[in-house]
């Protein structure tokens, strides 16, 4: 049996003993009860089982989806439907026209060409320069003394007939500490210093610069002893001369004659000052030792206690170069400085001797 539906709009109707409220909305179409099952399109996912009686063709709700008499007819609704054929693709629009291009801009006009600068004068060409001279070829360098043959050097004897050499035993039994090969002192080619120190009054190894002696041995100018007074009489330019002198190569000699010459016009011992002790000196012989200038501690320092040979203390040695009334140069044979110190400080002496 086929039953055709427009639109059912079920709210609530009763079956047998029992009221059930289903409220089903929607389009049923092409609902088709047969002997089996119906099936109805409708906007819900949901399915919704009624049973269809033939005979009355009521339609009773069944809540566990079975239909149990014989006399009705099991029907599904809220089944999707069989989904519709596809529609045909509408045709493609026509293709707009291009539009017409834009009228081309006009072209500026060139700016006008500036000139063209003057090129700049070439400078003159500098004249060469003159080539200089050719210098003369220099000389070679010769000895401008006559080197002696008394000295002993580190062959097998002891006579003294080598040419003197720094390090080596001079005529007075110390050891060369300068040769002057350029003759820069007229009168004198070698220093050598004394074999050992001085020693002062007593066996004393160190004493002072100059003793208390009164006016230091002058009437004038001095007035007071040569610890406290210069024992130069010139001044200015004069005295500056002669203390330069006396402090250079070969000057002790001449310092330590005027250190003494005051003491001895006072009747002073020489074993009581520096210079009296290295003129009282007496070595292998020779006795014409004097107290050595700043300059000549300098290269004593340099040249024999600085190679480990001249056995000098590590300790300060006087000089015969005086700064000022109240004191005197020194050389450290520690260090190897120099310094200046006032004339009553006690220091060591090693005379040295020239030939």
Not at 339 to 348: R, V
Request: proline share 1%; aromatic share 10%.
């Amino acid at each position: 049996m086929t039953y055709c539906f427009d639109v059912i709009l079920f709210k609530s109707w009763s079956f047998s003993s029992r009221s059930v409220g289903v409220l089903l909305v929607g389009v049923l179409a092409g609902v088709t009860i047969g002997g089996g099952v119906g099936v109805i399109a409708a906007s819900s996912s949901k399915t919704v089982t009624v049973c269809a009686n033939k005979k009355t063709n009521v339609l009773r709700y069944a809540k566990n989806g079975k239909c149990v008499t014989k006399t009705e007819t099991k029907v599904t609704l809220n089944q999707t439907g069989v989904a519709g054929a596809k529609g045909d693709t509408g045709a493609a629009g026509a293709k707009g026209d291009t539009g017409a291009a834009g009228t081309k801009g006009d072209t500026g006009v060139a700016g006008t060409k500036g000139d063209t600068g003057v090129a700049g004068a070439k400078g003159d060409t500098g004249a060469a320069g003159a080539k200089g001279d050719t210098g003369a070829a220099g000389a070679n360098a010769t000895l401008a003394i006559t080197q002696q043959s008394v000295c002993d050097g580190t062959d097998a004897d002891t006579t003294a007939n080598e040419v003197c050499k720094i390090g080596m035993t001079g005529p007075g039994g110390g050891l060369i500490f300068f040769v002057d090969y350029y003759n820069e002192d007229a009168t004198y080619d070698y220093l050598e210093a004394a074999p050992t120190d001085g020693v002062f009054a007593s066996s004393a190894t160190t004493g002072v610069w100059a003793t208390t002696v009164a006016k230091c041995g002058a009437t004038t100018p001095q007035a007071t002893s040569c610890q406290t007074a210069t024992i130069y009489t010139e001044t200015g330019v004069a005295l500056a001369t002669i203390k330069g002198a006396h402090r250079g190569l070969f000057g002790g000699k001449a310092a330590t004659a005027a250190i003494v010459a005051r003491h001895d016009a006072g009747s002073v011992a020489k074993n009581l000052y520096a210079a009296g002790v290295a003129d009282d000196y007496v070595a292998n012989g020779v006795s014409d030792w004097w107290l050595p200038s700043r300059n000549e501690l300098a290269k004593m320092q340099e040249n024999l206690n600085e190679k480990g040979v001249g056995g000098f203390a590590s300790d300060y040695y006087w000089s015969s170069s005086e700064v000022d009334a109240y004191n005197a140069w020194f050389q450290d044979f520690s260090y190897g400085f120099q310094g200046f110190i006032n004339k009553a400080a006690t220091y060591y002496v090693r005379p040295v001797r020239a030939f």
